[in-house]
């Protein structure tokens, strides 16, 4: 069972992102506050479990959340401010988009700028950890895979459906067949994928 909380202040809101390793498509962010109360036994680390499992959880989070926000950076602009500035723009725009302003903030990873003049923490592999981070990574990760989804059917030639942008060698092979489309992020190189 994951913790519930990693300090006293309340309202205490976790963060994750979605899409940082992609070839294509934005980076997706959530913010999550959870009640006190709260208890899942089945929730986990969105890399953890099933498909299936995430977007039931995704349904269970958003009724039961305080407060919860997605926000997503596109990859133009990841392109302009890299991808660890454009993750944790995305963090902060998901934060700034709750309904209630938290008093502390858990992030998951080691990497984050202060957001306001809110205390935060990071946390390496704090989606496994915490349930707030991990109810954060499971929107990011929901919300991020029904935009490739979605992009798949303009771009289909690129198998989003299946590796949601991820440079799996499908991918790499459609890219070094069709090259990029307006949705590839132009700063991520892209290794042949004959030599890997």
């Not at 998901?94 to 502390?104: G, Y």
């Not at 858990?106 to 946390?123: A, E, V, W």
């Amino acid at each position: 069972m994951l913790k519930p909380f990693y300090q006293k202040l309340s309202p205490e809101a976790g963060c994750d992102e979605a899409g940082r390793g992609c070839l294509a498509g934005p980076v997706f962010a959530a913010a999550v506050i959870l009640p006190k109360n709260f208890s899942d036994p089945l929730l986990n680390d969105s890399k953890k479990i099933s498909e299936k499992l995430r977007y039931q959880l995704r349904e269970m989070i958003e009724k039961t959340a305080i407060s919860w926000a997605v926000a997503k950076i596109d990859a133009e602009e990841i392109d302009e401010i890299n991808i660890l500035n454009a993750s944790i723009k995305a963090m902060h725009l998901a934060v700034e988009q709750l309904n209630q302003q938290p008093a502390f903030l858990i992030i998951d990873g080691n990497r984050f700028k202060p957001y306001k003049d809110i205390p935060h923490q990071t946390i390496i592999q704090g989606d496994g950890k915490f349930a707030s981070i991990a109810a954060a990574s499971i929107l990011a990760k929901t919300y991020r895979d029904d935009f490739m989804l979605e992009q798949a059917i303009r771009f289909p030639v690129y198998n989003w459906q299946k590796n949601k942008g991820y440079g799996t060698l499908d991918h790499r092979t459609a890219m070094e067949q069709f090259g990029r489309c307006i949705l590839h992020r132009k700063s991520f190189q892209l290794k042949n994928p004959a030599r890997d």
